[in-house]
């Protein structure tokens, strides 16, 4: 597991309690002219990432992103999944008056459920059975700084009521702790999810979700964004392989995909053109795009495997599709017949339509869950969240079929 804290200008490592703590430095740079007929899409880094943006959409969320940087105030990122919350999310930290304090980011989601706690707020000498040794929390390590928290839809409910009282400015204790901790932190944010649908759903508190979204942005997917395709392609293609290039018809040809992976799909299939290459230049039979899937879904329609025989690289991905597919049509099919029938046998048919593709899926992946949750556009957590809603039976059942 590993966590980014960034102080000033020069990269260091440091490893403790066997979680690899990355401690970057930055420093403050005059603000980008966007207004510049031409863009040069390496211009800018925010906290070592490169924004390589081109689109007039992405330059001003860029620009309000500095705007409210000035403040205090949480900020709440929503997008698609690889759209490139992160890199709005350092951009706020970059521009703020907190930018030569502590950036910590940590994937909620990637924090095993029994963890959470301890990570977040820290533990003391014998709290728990291996507990040796004293460990700061994340808040802790981010105080006067910021904390990024991505897929902050994934925290189980008590955590939210915990973590609620600490953005209110509530001193907290650490796990088997006796003395408060009072931190300065600054929240930002990040979500694929529908916040607003949990809230009404009773997933999410409602009073969370207001106090994380005082200012809310959202990223536009790579799709509404179609500048940003080409500059990102040969940034990524200069990445892998330098002296590669790609043909006219390649670059029409991912021009013209809908990128329902977002910048994370994009990212792989150059590599995977690139790896694969026999030539300087890259045509557009070499890019292999995938069948979309479910466009504007967030999920990626490109999974990076090369198997030799003739099913390579898609004994999952089409089927996938057909599955993904086929329940979008029969959700839209369920859709137009709600007027005649009860909101709540239309909610039924939906769960129902939901489950089928889950199980369905999971069949197809052999019952590995992780690459069962990245086809489906879900993490792994809500993936085996629902698996336990539907009982052992039921998915022993998703097998023999």
């Known amino acids: 597991m590993v966590y980014r804290v960034v102080i000033g200008n020069f990269l260091n490592g440091i490893r403790t309690s066997g979680i690899r703590t990355e401690v970057l430095y930055c420093t403050r740079h005059p603000s980008p002219k966007w207004k510049e007929v031409q863009v040069s899409p390496q211009a800018q880094t925010f906290l070592g990432m490169p924004a390589i943006v081109a689109s007039p959409g992405m330059r001003q969320l860029?620009?309000?992103a500095e705007r409210i940087a000035q403040s205090n105030a949480a900020v709440l990122?929503?997008?698609?999944?690889?759209?490139?919350?992160?890199?709005?999310?350092?951009?706020?930290?970059?521009?703020?008056?907190?930018?030569?304090?502590?950036?910590?980011?940590?994937?909620?989601?990637?924090?095993?459920?029994?963890?959470?706690?301890?990570?977040?707020?820290?533990?003391?000498?014998?709290?728990?059975?291996?507990?040796?040794?004293?460990?700061?929390?994340?808040?802790?390590?981010?105080?006067?700084?910021?904390?990024?928290?991505?897929?902050?839809?994934?925290?189980?409910?008590?955590?939210?009521?915990?973590?609620?009282?600490?953005?209110?400015?509530?001193?907290?204790?650490?796990?088997?702790?006796?003395?408060?901790?009072?931190?300065?932190?600054?929240?930002?944010?990040?979500?694929?999810?529908?916040?607003?649908?949990?809230?009404?759903?009773g997933s999410f508190r409602g009073d969370l979700y207001h106090r994380l979204g005082q200012i809310c942005l959202?990223?536009?997917?790579?799709?509404?964004?179609?500048?940003?395709?080409?500059?990102?392609?040969?940034?990524?293609?200069?990445?892998?392989?330098?002296?590669?290039?790609?043909?006219?018809?390649?670059?029409?040809?991912?021009?013209?995909?809908?990128?329902?992976?977002n910048v994370r799909e994009l990212r792989n299939?150059?590599?995977?053109?690139?790896?694969l290459a026999r030539n300087l230049e890259i045509g557009a039979e070499e890019l292999l795009l995938a069948p979309l899937r479910r466009a504007g879904s967030g999920q990626s329609a490109n999974v990076f495997s090369v198997t030799a025989g003739p099913h390579a690289g898609s004994s999952a991905g089409p089927s996938a599709g057909s599955s993904a597919g086929a329940s979008a049509g029969s959700s839209a099919g369920a859709s137009a017949g709600s007027s005649a029938g009860s909101s709540a046998g239309s909610s039924a048919n939906l769960d129902g339509m939901e489950k089928t593709t889950i199980l369905r899926v999971l069949a197809q992946t052999n019952g590995h869950q992780q690459k069962a949750a990245d086809l489906l556009g879900i993490s792994r957590r809500t993936l085996s969240r629902k698996l336990k809603l539907y009982g052992r039976d039921a998915v022993r059942q998703s097998y023999a079929s």
């Open 62 to 64: 860029i620009e309000l």
């Open 269 to 275: 299939v150059v590599t995977k053109a690139a790896v």
């Open 77 to 201: 990122i929503t997008g698609e999944s690889g759209s490139g919350k992160e890199l709005i999310a350092r951009a706020v930290h970059h521009y703020s008056l907190r930018c030569g304090k502590p950036w910590v980011d940590v994937s909620c989601a990637a924090l095993p459920e029994h963890l959470v706690e301890s990570e977040l707020f820290g533990y003391e000498k014998g709290a728990f059975s291996g507990a040796d040794t004293p460990k700061p929390g994340l808040f802790e390590l981010a105080n006067h700084g910021t904390l990024f928290l991505d897929e902050v839809g994934e925290l189980e409910p008590r955590m939210q009521v915990k973590l609620l009282r600490v953005l209110d400015g509530v001193a907290y204790y650490r796990l088997g702790g006796t003395r408060k901790v009072t931190v300065d932190v600054r929240i930002v944010a990040a979500t694929n999810q529908d916040l607003e649908n949990m809230v009404d759903t």
């Open 218 to 261: 959202r990223v536009p997917p790579l799709r509404e964004r179609r500048e940003d395709i080409v500059p990102l392609a040969e940034h990524f293609l200069k990445q892998t392989n330098p002296r590669l290039t790609f043909s006219g018809e390649a670059l029409q040809q991912l021009e013209g995909h809908s990128w329902p992976g």
